[in-house]
């Protein structure tokens, strides 16, 4: 990639792709390829900024830029991720009309790094209002924290969000800022247990076998992170627990809470319910014949023991019965049916995963609790009031394609697939009704419409989503019979085609490319049951 400018510059029109003579999918990619070629990672395609990901730092985001990009009217700017921000903000305050920035790409595309660039901009602006500094740091300081408990490296990006995030910067209609506001979306918590060797769990356990002191892990009852069993399958575990870059993300995450309002006590807690989760994943069980056959019983009290300390449970043996039977009441009467030894996991594994979900919906409380304006500010849910202009900004994760995929590829590609959806809405179909009010009814805008794809996993009574709770809910329930009645479902659609030589594999058509999923390889129903256990 040539060097890029080392200074905005005014606006060109060959910086927006509508100016191009001949709209083609071809005349477009080579535009933006070219552009790239010479350090120009931004496009601009009427009101959407294209970004393309450098992959190295670029020396355009500092406070020179920032400064610049910072003026009351920046349509004359060169397209940058800060001329959204600013377009943003001004939009808001001199139009008094709240303003949503919605970032789209696949996976390792750059969102979460522009959803940041877009923030710290918002936040100069405000500052360069002279209002609200503390806040502002504030509200950055949410990064580096959401990103240790939500983000992972994964195949495609190193540190991938595993959660959708929806931030709302909150201002009065001066344009100062009085509060944020976030809410998540489906965090990926099988990844608490489950991870291939060449992905890692969630960053915030590398960042804590790093950054905590010896005596304290001894405290914890952590042994080295080879120990662990929900750690253990990374390849790179010892160096990633021990190097410095973890060790200073892990004081980056210490100084976050601190900034945003976590007490030490908070703090804590959490540092406590992390080795906890850590010491659930050691439980293991043994088949005892109490019960005939195999029955689960735990092999290792001694862990069981260390949990129950750490949770602050009284009795170690209520967790062990927990774990290991099914307890139901007839005619008031108790019934206790004693788990198999893998139902008894899965049972181990559903607790590590509510505890670690329930800790990062705790989170975002506390922050939206921290960040609320001093007003009537809803705690648990994002709830603005009218009184507040406010700019979103959606980052949610991105579309993946592995090589295997599962029930996780399964939900995330749906979700970017509606977002596709609202994007399509957006652009094309309301330009054209805008359009047709204005009396220009023959306009050719032709687009592919995503529906067909959306309507194969969500349709009722016959969606993809339909069938596989069908599979979930029956007493005979299979991946077989799921991918069956799929086929037969399914036998004509546009977006979905079976495998001639897998019967347990499909293939849908996203439209950001063909996913295989191969049911067998996980088991699609196990995963459900992990994900809603
Ligand atoms: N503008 C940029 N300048 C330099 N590097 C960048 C930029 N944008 C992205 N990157 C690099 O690409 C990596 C992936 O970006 P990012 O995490 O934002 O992707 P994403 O689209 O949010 O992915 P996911 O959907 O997996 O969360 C970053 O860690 C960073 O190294």
Request: hydrophobic content about 40%; glycine content about 6%.
């Amino acid at each position: 990639m040539a060097s890029v400018r080392a200074q905005p510059w005014a606006a060109l029109e060959a910086d927006n792709l509508t100016s191009l003579a001949e709209l083609t999918e071809t005349n477009l990619l080579k535009a933006i390829e070219e552009r790239y070629r010479a350090g120009l990672i931004y496009t601009a395609v009427g009101d959407i900024l294209v970004a393309v990901n450098p992959f190295q730092e670029l020396l355009m985001y500092d406070g020179a830029w920032s400064g610049a990009y910072a003026a009351t009217d920046v349509s004359g700017l060169a397209p940058h991720i800060y001329r959204v921000a600013s377009a943003a903000y001004n939009s808001m305050v001199q139009g008094k009309k709240n303003q949503v920035c919605v970032i789209s790409g696949e996976s390792g595309a750059g969102k979460t790094e522009s959803a940041k660039f877009i923030m710290k901009q918002v936040m100069n602006m405000c500052s360069s209002a002279g209002l609200g500094l503390k806040l502002q740091q504030k509200i950055i300081q949410l990064n580096p924290l959401l990103e240790a408990f939500g983000n992972a490296r994964t195949e495609l990006n190193d540190n991938s969000s595993r959660f959708g995030k929806f931030i709302q910067l909150l201002f009065e209609s001066s344009g100062r800022i009085v509060g944020a506001g976030l809410e998540q979306y489906l965090l990926e918590k099988s990844r608490v247990c489950v991870q291939t060797e060449k992905e890692r769990n969630f960053h915030i356990f590398y960042y804590l076998y790093a950054g905590l002191p010896q005596e304290k892990k001894a405290q914890l009852h952590l042994k080295g992170p080879e120990h662990h069993r929900y750690l253990r399958t990374y390849c790179q575990l010892t160096k990633d627990c021990s190097s410095e870059d973890s060790r200073e993300a892990f004081s980056a995450v210490l100084e976050s809470m601190e900034s945003i309002g976590f007490s030490s006590s908070e703090v804590d807690q959490i540092i406590t319910l992390l080795a906890a989760i850590l010491h659930i994943g050691d439980i293991e069980f043994v088949s005892s014949e109490e019960g005939g056959g195999d029955s689960a019983t735990v092999r290792n009290p001694e862990v069981v023991e260390t949990v129950s300390q750490l949770l602050c449970l009284e009795s170690s043996a209520e967790v062990s019965f927990a774990l290991t039977t099914l307890r139901t009441v007839t005619r008031g009467e108790p019934v206790d049916k004693l788990y198999s030894c893998s139902k008894a996991a899965v049972v181990r594994d559903a607790a590590a995963k509510a505890l670690y979900s329930r800790m990062f919906q705790w989170i975002v409380s506390r922050i939206n609790t921290h960040l609320q304006p001093r007003d009537n500010y809803s705690r648990s849910k994002l709830s603005v009031t009218e009184d507040h202009l406010n700019i979103g900004i959606l980052d949610i994760f991105g579309f993946e394609n592995f090589e295997a995929n599962s029930f996780e590829q399964f939900c995330i590609n749906l979700a970017n697939e509606q977002l596709q959806q609202y994007f399509n809405h957006q652009i094309f179909a309301m330009e054209k009704l805008e359009c047709a009010k204005e009396g220009v009814d023959d306009l050719d805008i032709s687009y592919t419409d995503n529906t067909p794809v959306i309507d194969l996993f969500l349709a009722r009574p016959i969606g993809l989503l339909c069938l596989l709770d069908e599979q979930c809910k029956g007493l005979n329930g299979s991946e077989k019979a799921f991918v069956q009645r799929s086929r037969e479902s399914f036998n004509k659609h546009q977006c979905f085609a079976p495998h001639r030589g897998n019967a347990l594999e499909f293939t849908i058509s996203h439209y950001a490319g063909d996913v295989s999923s191969d049911i067998n390889h996980e088991g699609m129903l196990h995963l459900i049951q992990i994900w809603s256990s």
